[in-house]
């Protein structure tokens, strides 16, 4: 495969805050897509003017020289993974040492229902979260909870935009982004992924805490949902100090997980949580 014939303006369909995405204009890949991984890094800038690289951020501020590569060799790996298991992605093969190929997809949306009213927005993209332990977002918003609960591995609707927001299965089905069908079948296909993932992190000592997944419909055949974008270690919530009782609640909570309340605002951490380079370098070697 001529690279340099793909990766060019004219081929462009996205830019990303981490990956460019090309048509592929001809040969035995024509019309599907290539995923660039690029070392774009997002985080904020400190009050000296000086980049921080944080992967919470949505805002590029820099290039971290190997994070495409190592992000390419990451999300190959699960997809290669997945792929053994039979579970339906988007992705096709990988070319070279920074570019995957896939099956183009657009991801889960709908076109603003009322776009004459102002403040209408379409819904451009929905994300799939995952929990198998309570943590995150889910102690904050349910703080009644205790941290490190057995969630069973709980699976949660967020649109994406400037601010996530939660939304029910009703909802999706009500205002007619997905059928009841639809989203039966994402919940389980989001589980059985989660599942693969999960065994692999097990069977490295590790436990996933929770994750997050992206899914589309694929452009070309019947529009089959599938897992598309990536499995990168800033989507998993990772330890390496789960003890779970029979019931599947972490033991370790009172020693590990930290949290605080300030000025009406939640914080929780775990001490023993795995950031994303930890995370490579678990997977990767």
């Given at each position: 495969m001529d690279l340099a014939r793909i990766i060019r303006k004219e081929n462009l369909v996205y830019s990303g805050k981490s990956k460019d995405v090309y048509r592929i204009p001809e040969g035995s890949y024509a019309d599907k897509y290539a995923f660039v991984f690029t070392d774009r890094a997002t985080g904020y800038v400190d009050d000296k003017g000086m980049p921080v690289f944080d992967p919470g951020y949505d805002t590029v501020v820099g290039d971290i020289p190997g994070k495409g590569a190592i992000a390419f060799r990451f999300a190959a790996y699960f997809f290669e993974l997945l792929k053994k298991s039979g579970?339906?992605?988007?992705?096709?093969?990988?070319?070279?040492?920074?570019?995957?190929?896939?099956?183009?997809?657009?991801p889960l949306g709908l076109p603003a229902g009322g776009a004459e009213f102002e403040g209408s927005a379409p819904?451009?993209?929905?994300?799939?979260t995952w929990r198998n332990n309570a943590m995150g977002s889910f102690w904050r918003r349910y703080p009644f909870v205790r941290p490190g609960?057995?969630?069973?591995?709980?699976?949660?609707a967020w649109t994406k935009g400037d601010t996530d927001i939660l939304i029910t299965y009703e909802a999706l089905e009500a205002a007619g982004v997905m059928t009841r069908e639809e989203i039966a079948y994402v919940d389980k296909l989001v589980k059985d992924i989660a599942e693969v993932v999960?065994?692999?992190?097990?069977?490295?000592?590790?436990?996933?805490?929770?994750?997050?997944?992206?899914l589309g419909r694929l452009k070309h055949g019947d529009g089959k949902i599938v897992l598309i974008d990536e499995i990168s270690p800033d989507v998993l919530r990772t330890c390496n100090g789960y003890?779970?009782?029979d019931a599947g609640?972490?033991?370790a909570?009172?020693?590990?997980?930290?949290?605080?309340?300030?000025?009406?605002?939640?914080?929780?951490?775990?001490?023993?949580q795995l950031d994303a380079a930890e995370l490579e370098k678990a997977v990767l070697g």
């Open positions: 579970i339906p992605t988007h992705y096709i093969a990988t070319a070279g040492e920074t570019v995957m190929i896939v099956e183009p997809a657009d819904l451009q993209n929905l994300e799939w609960k057995n969630l069973h591995r709980v699976v949660e999960c065994r692999d992190f097990a069977a490295r000592g590790l436990h996933i805490v929770d994750g997050k997944f992206e003890a779970p009782d609640d972490c033991t909570h009172r020693e590990c997980i930290r949290t605080t309340f300030t000025n009406g605002k939640r914080t929780i951490k775990g001490r023993k």
